[in-house]
Nanobody
């Protein structure tokens, strides 16, 4: 059974940091692009950032540029989302997703695998 499991969410004060992890099981995602999306209450899910299957390209939503970074450890089949300088408007459920194989991870790529999400709450 293929699974993407996010962890690391929680409550943090504005200006703080969190690191989310997405661990994959059931298959290897080493040749898949990996992305992070989020959905705030009452809003549609939106793209946050992604990394290509090779790790050579990354894409960021304007709202998180300079604050969030994505990385992956292929040996651990895990992708990370480092979030710094968090703002209350970053509050959302964060989902990781996989697109592939051999996709670049554009925001509108077809992400066929999704995790269950992890809640991030930023207090002001």
């Amino acid at each position: 059974q293929v699974q993407l499991v996010e962890s690391g969410g929680g409550l943090v004060q504005a200006g703080g940091s969190l690191r989310l992890s997405c661990a994959a099981s059931g298959r290897t995602f080493s040749n898949y692009a990996m992305g992070w999306f989020r959905q705030a209450p009452g809003k549609e899910r939106e793209f946050v950032l992604s990394i290509s299957w090779s790790g050579g390209s990354t894409y960021y939503a304007d709202s998180v540029k300079g604050r969030f970074t994505i990385s992956r450890d292929k040996a651990k089949n895990t992708v990370y989302l480092q979030m710094n300088s968090l703002k209350p408007e970053d509050t959302a459920v964060y989902y990781c997703a996989a697109a592939g194989p051999f996709r670049l991870g554009f925001p509108d790529d077809e992400y066929g695998y999704w995790g269950q999400g992890t809640q991030v709450t930023v207090s002001s």
